[in-house]
């Protein structure tokens, strides 16, 4: 049973970068033709997609997001990170994690529990 | 890029009725790439149906998906009172907006 959890600061100042890391438990991250997916929820609002990356390192963007976001893969110890910078209170969300399959499986089958991630000075 | 509009955005139900949602997209999306998740408040969301109409592992049969093209149904066949819940549809498109979300329907007891 593939597990994700989320790790990383709760609290970030405003105009500096948020970093997340996300680790895989209960398999490997590079097994299977999978991609490693961060998404985010504001308070009370719906799902955003951020980005995601292959093993490979091979990376897609949020076309709203691009400019800010950095996601990077560490097969050896199993995790993948988010970084977002210039940070504003818009941000203020949970974030999750989450597996996500190829072409031929594009959904979201596994998530980890999400972290609140405030932007407050 | 594709927008999904979920109607209605709030559902209001007894157990053991019948709840249908819907997932209207903005242009055509193929079967293949359409899914529905439920989310529970403080919990992530959990993969319910993927491909239009497939049932994730371990989702009870009450839980059924149709459609395709630009429309796109949720069925909930009788209500049982963990159901209560947001249930978002999720389109799978092509690049660069690779993955976009509905704004939700949140099922409500009556």
């Known amino acids: 049973q593939v597990q994700l959890q989320e790790s990383g600061p709760g609290l970030v100042k405003p105009s500096q970068t948020l970093s997340l890391t996300c680790t895989v438990s209960g398999g490997s991250i590079s097994s299977g033709s999978y991609y490693w997916s961060w998404i985010r929820q504001p308070a009370g609002k719906g799902l955003e997609w951020i980005g995601r990356?292959?093993?490979?390192?091979?990376?897609n963007y949020n076309p709203s997001l691009k400019s800010r976001v950095t996601i990077s893969v560490d097969t050896s110890k199993n995790q993948f990170s988010l970084k977002l910078s210039s940070v504003t209170a818009a941000d203020t969300a949970v974030y999750y994690c989450a597996r996500v399959g190829g072409s031929y499986l594009p959904h979201f089958d596994y998530w980890g529990q999400g972290t609140l991630v405030t932007v407050s000075s | 890029e594709i927008v999904l509009t979920q109607s209605p955005g709030t559902l209001s139900l007894s157990p053991g009725e019948r709840a249908t949602l819907s997932c209207r997209a903005s242009?055509?999306?193929?079967?293949?790439?359409l899914a529905w998740y439920q989310q529970k408040p403080g919990q992530a969301p959990r993969l319910l149906i993927y491909?239009?109409?497939s049932r994730a592992t371990g989702i009870p049969d009450r839980f059924s998906g149709s459609g395709s093209g630009t429309d796109f149904t949720l069925t909930i066949s009788r209500l049982e009172p963990e159901d209560f819940a947001v249930y978002y549809c999720?389109?799978?498109?092509?690049?660069?907006?690779?993955?976009?979300f509905g704004q939700g329907t949140k099922l409500e007891i009556k």
């Open positions: 990356i292959y093993t490979s390192g091979s990376t």
């Open positions: 242009q055509s999306v193929s079967s293949s790439y």
């Open positions: 491909g239009a109409s």
């Open positions: 999720q389109q799978y498109g092509s690049s660069p907006q690779l993955y976009t």
